[in-house]
């Protein structure tokens, strides 16, 4: 059974930064496949925050370009995001995902295996 684990939430100051990893040693096709991390605030839907593909190319939504960083140790099956300049309105749990079906990024509505989220929480 594919297991992803969450660490690195916790609360910040507005400006601060955080680095948020993800432990996937149970996804057999980890050195293969694409990763993302995706967010999910209190009353709103679950939204796309980067993406890995196994070759190390990046994707990054428009709101978080800039601010966010993904990254990835194929040897250890970790999957890492560097966020900066942390904002109140990053406040979420913030969650990994990798693809059920096939080695394609997820997305919010594609079917994922999903780690148990990490929260982050940023004070004004």
């Known amino acids: 059974q594919v297991r992803l684990m969450e660490s690195g939430g916790g609360s910040v100051q507005a400006g601060g930064s955080l680095k948020l990893s993800c432990a996937a040693s149970?996804?057999?096709?980890?050195?293969?496949?694409?990763m993302g991390w995706f967010r999910q605030a209190p009353g709103k839907e679950r939204e796309e925050v980067a993406s890995?593909?196994?070759?190390?190319?990046?994707s990054y939504p428009d709101s978080m370009r800039g601010r966010v960083t993904v990254s990835r140790d194929n040897a250890k099956k970790t999957l890492f995001l560097q966020m900066n300049m942390l904002e109140p309105e990053d406040t979420a749990m913030y969650y990994c995902?990798?693809?059920?079906?096939?080695?394609?990024?997820?997305?919010?509505?594609?079917?994922?295996?999903w780690g148990q989220g990490t929260q982050v929480t940023v004070s004004s």
């Open positions: 890995i593909d196994n070759d190390g190319s990046t």
């Open positions: 995902a990798a693809p059920q079906i096939g080695l394609i990024c997820p997305t919010p509505g594609s079917l994922n295996h």
């Open positions: 149970t996804w057999p096709y980890f050195s293969m496949g694409c």
